[in-house]
Nanobody, 118 residues
Framework: QVHVEESGGGLVQAGGSLRLSCAAS????????LGWYRQAPGKERELVAR???????KYIDSVKGRFTISRDNAKNTVYLQMNSLKPEDTAVYYC????????????WGQGTQVTVSS
């Protein structure tokens, strides 16, 4: 059984920063890949960033240079540092966990709202 729980969302002005955190419980296998997805109203869900236990990262183009994903393997925790936020970053952000980066993650958190005002 894997449980993931996000924290750190909120309201911020454009250009500001937020840091999301996510604690994942479960086996080393099941939490090999930790990531963040987001879904804005009326839009499809999209992968924002993911990181493997070995530290290999992937970002969508729209956040490269602004967002940084990191993890603490000892705590099985993943972070998303979001800088230079834009109104289009407004969405519900979901933390995810899974064993394989080539497949959709099977474990999801409840989501945390991030709102960026212009």
């Amino acid at each position: 059984q894997v449980h993931v729980e996000e924290s750190g969302g909120g309201l911020v002005q454009a250009g500001g920063s937020l840091r999301l955190s996510c604690a994942a419980s479960g086996s080393i296998f099941s939490t090999n890949v930790l990531g963040w997805y987001r879904q804005a109203p009326g839009k499809e869900r999209e992968l924002v960033a993911r990181i493997t236990r070995a530290g290999i990262t992937k970002y969508i183009d729209s956040v490269k240079g602004r967002f940084t994903i990191s993890r603490d393997n000892a705590k099985n925790t993943v972070y998303l540092q979001m800088n230079s936020l834009k109104p289009e970053d407004t969405a519900v952000y979901y933390c995810t966990a899974g064993p394989n980066k080539d497949y959709d993650p099977p474990y999801w958190g409840q989501g945390t709202q991030v709102t960026v005002s212009s």
